[in-house]
Every structure is written in C-alpha cells, then in structure tokens.
C-alpha cells in the first residue's frame, strides 16, 4: 500500500509538470500574434496537442446554408461569457474553395429559439469574402450522458463540426471540410451577435494536492504499520 500510494503521489507530480508545460504553450499561443491558415495540404498533419489555440487569421466567404447551434451552459474559456445560451456555427468557404467552419460566436439564447438564431446569422451573410482572425480548434466527441442532437432545431450539445458538416450537406459539392474549425476572435458584427471574442486558458491545477494527499495516504499506513507491530510485540513479551 505504501508503494502503491507513493506512485500515486509522484504520477501526480509528474501529471503537475505536464499540466503546467500545456499552459504554459497554450498560453503562448494565445498570445502571438495570428498566422496564417495551414493550407489545406497540410490539414491531415494537423494535431490537437501541437496546434490547438493557434491563432490564424484567413480570408473566407460565409455560405447560405443552414447553420447549426451548440448548447452551452457557459464557457471555460470566454471570460466574457456567462449564463446559458447558444453557439453559432456557420460554414466559410476559402478562395480555394474549401469549406471552414466557423463558431461565429455566443448567442445569448436561454430556450435554444431557431428563428432568434437565424436572425442572429442571417446578418453574417453578405456573400462578401472578410478576412477573419481566429483560432484552431478541435472537435469534441460526445460523452456517455451527451443528448444526441435535434436535427430539426440544428441544435447539438457538442462541438462536432464534423458531424454538423454530414447532417446540414457543408462542403456537399466535393470540396473537403477542414478536420479543425475556428473560435471567432474578429471581426465583431455591428450588432454584436454573434458575439465573438478572445480566448483565456484557465486549466484546473490541483496536482499537487492531489500528490500531497497521496503521501499523506502512505505516511498514515507506515504510521498505523508502526503501531501494529509494536502492540504485536508487546504482546509476545512473556
């Protein structure tokens, strides 16, 4: 048990490490300056733990197709963002004819309304190209209790672009879909809904008490071990 405590402890201490090097690069990432969108030859080498939070920025044209919402109770990384309400995804088409996705941003939408939303869109779409900064994200898979989405609504509770993309027929013309899509940072509509806006790391870090809890664990059994073996020797003492 001692052992096994101990290896608890130092795998948290190691977990500690890892976690503060992830902020450390997403924080970074966060803080340079945009690039440019990878071309779409290398969207296949693309990886979550390299390349997620990059900031981009890219020059794209929004389609009239249907967009879809995303349920959300709030968000671990908008600090600006409270309250339930609703994300909007809209597909972007690039020069080349590629399809993005885009999560234009929050709307504030409590009972999940179709038509509030497709107002909310509708004024995104000027069929004008409009250069967009953002940053690449990857999608999420549903948990075991994730409901499924309601195709009527266009309303999912995860952020599968991907699984948007077959549903509401983006990049049905033959043209792929990026394996990735973008967070809006810029521009912000005039309206301001969608609401996009920059993004802030905030990564839960109890490692170390975690590690502390686990020594404390192996401490305790060496101390009732102690204990034991004295009482046991006291009673073989004739």
Not at 44 to 71: C, G, H, I, K, W
Not at 136 to 148: D, H, K, N, V
């Amino acid at each position: 048990m001692v052992a096994l405590f101990v290896s608890l402890g130092i795998w948290q201490l190691q977990r500690r490490f890892e976690k503060h090097a992830l902020i450390a690069a997403l924080t970074e990432r966060l803080a340079a300056a945009p690039g440019s969108l990878p071309s779409p030859s290398q969207w296949e080498a693309l990886t979550s733990s390299r390349d997620e939070f990059r900031r981009v920025n890219f020059v794209a044209t929004y389609q009239p197709r249907p967009d879809a919402m995303v349920y959300s109770s709030g968000s671990a990384v908008r600090d600006d963002i409270s309250g339930p309400g609703t994300w909007a995804f809209l597909p972007a088409v690039l020069p080349g004819g590629e399809t993005v996705v885009v999560n234009t941003g929050f709307v504030q939408n409590t009972m999940q309304d179709r038509n509030q939303q497709d107002r909310a869109v509708a004024r995104l779409i000027t069929n004008e190209p409009a250069m967009l900064t953002g940053y690449i994200r990857f999608p999420e898979a549903a948990g075991a209790l994730t409901p499924s989405e309601n195709l009527s609504k266009r309303l999912w509770f995860t952020r599968d672009h991907l699984a948007m993309a077959r549903a509401l027929g983006w990049g049905a013309d033959g043209r792929p879909v990026a394996p990735f899509y973008i967070d809006l940072e810029q521009p912000m509509p005039s309206s301001g809904i969608p609401k996009p806006g920059p993004l802030e790391i905030h990564l839960k870090d109890d490692h170390l008490q975690y590690a502390l809890t686990w020594f404390a664990l192996a401490g305790a059994v060496v101390i009732a071990f102690g204990i034991w073996l004295r009482a046991q020797r006291r009673t073989e003492v004739p």
